[in-house]
Each structure stands twice: as structure tokens, then as C-alpha cells.
């Protein structure tokens, strides 16, 4: 059974979503403050987490820093409208994805199945099969990400969309595109894959001067390993 952690301070919202996800056949996991939740998140060993921002005992970025260091899972925050999404799903957090309040409840469900599906996914993924384009080299097995040699740090989402883009090197990629084959599904904003990609780009600028995601103006974004002209895939 799919296991999922709630953490909510708020009693009805909390209420409702438990009763909700029962109902939908998922086991369910309650916390509702932030010391609880990181807790559960360690002894629960949840497939999914639904995080609050504002919790008593600390905030929603710390569960999530928190979490990240021993857990995968899919996190999806409960962010109020006016919460800073860049920071939301910024560097330093590695939450997955977001809903607003008031959200209903099939985009939850729809976010929620969305997020267990690209776990499944990245499980299904075949052993041993390295990527590489120009001086990226994405290893799926191991999940792991070297350019020029050096491995950088990815959250799951930020690795399955430079894996995307690597294996389609030199083809524009439009949002609608990314939001299908990294999301799966079509619930999620452009902003999404704007926000993603501007973290992925961060991390790649770490280790290397190129400039390796084009955007294309008004469609989306072009994975460029060869710039100068060379041959892009390998
Ligand atoms: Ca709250």
C-alpha cells in the first residue's frame, strides 16, 4: 500500500485530506508539527509527502532540508497563495512540486499520482544505461550527473530533466513537452519547468562556463552541449 505523510497544523484541512486519501486507498501518515513530521518522515518511510509551509515548531523548509537527508520521497508543499515559489521549490529546499490553498481535491490527487508515477518511472528505468552529450554524462543507474568529469548534486526532478534534455540534445523542447515527459501530466504551471530549469542551471554553471540550456523565446528550452557548432550527442 502507498504510504503518505501529512504534515498540517490546520485540524479541517487535515481532516479532510486524511479522510481523502483513505478514501482513495492510501495508508496515511499524520503529523502535525514540524519536529513530528520529520519523525514520521524517518520512521514512517513514507512513498509521498504533503508539507505544510507554516507549522508550529518550525517551517516547511526545514522539514524538507531535513527530510532530503535521508529521504527521497516525493515532497509536495502547501504553500497559501503569496508564498515565494522560487524559494518554495528553491536550491536549498528539494521539494518536488506545490499546490496552492485553496487547492481542490482532484488536482491533489492529480499532483499526487503525477509524482508517484515518475518514482516509478525512474525505478523502471534500465540498469546500466549511460547519457552523455558533449562533456554531460548522466548515468541512470546510478543517477548520477558528471560534466567535464565532475559530478554535481541533483534533486530527483532537476536529474530526470536534464537526463530528458541530454537524451534530446540539439531538439527544442517546449513546456508543454517537459510538463508531459518529466511530470506527466498536465496539472502543473509552465512555471514549473521554468523554475526547474533555472535551478538546473545554476548547478551546471557551477562546473562549467557553457551555457548548456538555451531558452527559446515563447516555446521553451534547447540542451545545447556543443554551442560552437560540434556534434551535440555522443
Ligand atoms: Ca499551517
Given at each position: 500500500?502507498?504510504k503518505?505523510l ?12 486524511v479522510?481523502?486519501l ?13 519536529p513530528?513530521?520529520?519523525l ?10 504533503l508539507l ?20 527521497a520521497a ?8 503569496g ?8 536550491l ?8 496552492t ?8 490527487l492529480?499532483r ?9 518511472l525512474?525505478?523502471?528505468e ?20 558528471s ?11 532537476e ?10 540534445a ?10 508531459n ?24 554553471e ?14 521553451g528550452?534547447v ?12
Open positions: 500500500m502507498t503518505i501529512v504534515i498540517e497544523d490546520e485540524r479541517s484541512l487535515r481532516d479532510a485530506l479522510y481523502n483513505r478514501r482513495e486507498d492510501f495508508a496515511v501518515a499524520v503529523a502535525e508539527d514540524a513530528t513530521g520529520v514520521l518522515a524517518r520512521r514512517e518511510n513514507p512513498d509521498l509527502i505544510d509551509l507554516m507549522l508550529p515548531g518550525g517551517n516547511g523548509f526545514d522539514v524538507c532540508r531535513n527530510v532530503r537527508t535521508f529521504s516525493p515532497i509536495i508543499m502547501l504553500t497559501a497563495r508564498d515565494d515559489i522560487d524559494r518554495v521549490l528553491g536549498e529546499m528539494g521539494a518536488d512540486d506545490y499546490v490553498k485553496p487547492f481542490g481535491l482532484r488536482e491533489l492529480a499526487i499520482k503525477a509524482n508517484l508515477r515518475r518514482v516509478e525512474d525505478r523502471g534500465p540498469l546500466d544505461q549511460i547519457l552523455e552529450a558533449g562533456p554531460v554524462r548522466v548515468d541512470l543507474s546510478a543517477r548520477r550527473v560534466v567535464e568529469d565532475q559530478t554535481i548534486k541533483l534533486q530527483p526532478r536529474f530526470d530533466l536534464l537526463a530528458y534534455f541530454v537524451r534530446n540539439g531538439a527544442v523542447l517546449t513546456r508543454p513537452r517537459l510538463l515527459s518529466v511530470w506527466g501530466h498536465e496539472f502543473v504551471g509552465d512555471r514549473t519547468v521554468d523554475v526547474h530549469v533555472r535551478r538546473l542551471r545554476a548547478k551546471l557551477h562546473v562549467s562556463s557553457v551555457d548548456f540550456i538555451r531558452t527559446v523565446h515563447g516555446i528550452y540542451f545545447e552541449a556543443a554551442p560552437n557548432g560540434g556534434p551535440a550527442g555522443a
